[in-house]
């Protein structure tokens, strides 16, 4: 009896929670319409940078790559891919300044 019980009460419990409340909330179109410009002014950035430059920083942040497989990869020092990847990351944190 108690585990029909039991079973009874977080059956109920299940029930009571909201489909809403297990995910996040849906994105008001202004939040979209931030991200989508974030996203522009992001791809301007990388797109302004010397092309290995760029190329480091998105093998690093999107691909997961180290600094020092990144640099064997591309045939360069650590250092030149640390130094590489310090310039990308200030021209994308130099995008949004608020």
Do not use: W
């Amino acid at each position: 009896m108690d585990h029909i019980r039991a079973e009874r009460t977080r059956s109920d419990a299940a029930g009571s929670i909201l489909a809403e409340q297990y995910g996040q909330a849906p994105a008001r179109p202004e939040e979209i319409l931030a991200a989508r410009q974030d996203l522009r002014s992001l791809d301007q950035a990388l797109t302004d940078l010397p092309k290995r430059t760029g190329h480091i920083f998105i093998l690093n942040r999107v691909h997961g790559g180290t600094l020092s497989e990144i640099a064997s990869v591309m045939g360069v020092s650590r250092r030149t891919a640390a130094a590489d990847m310090a310039r990308a990351i200030t021209a994308c944190s130099d995008i949004r300044t608020d």
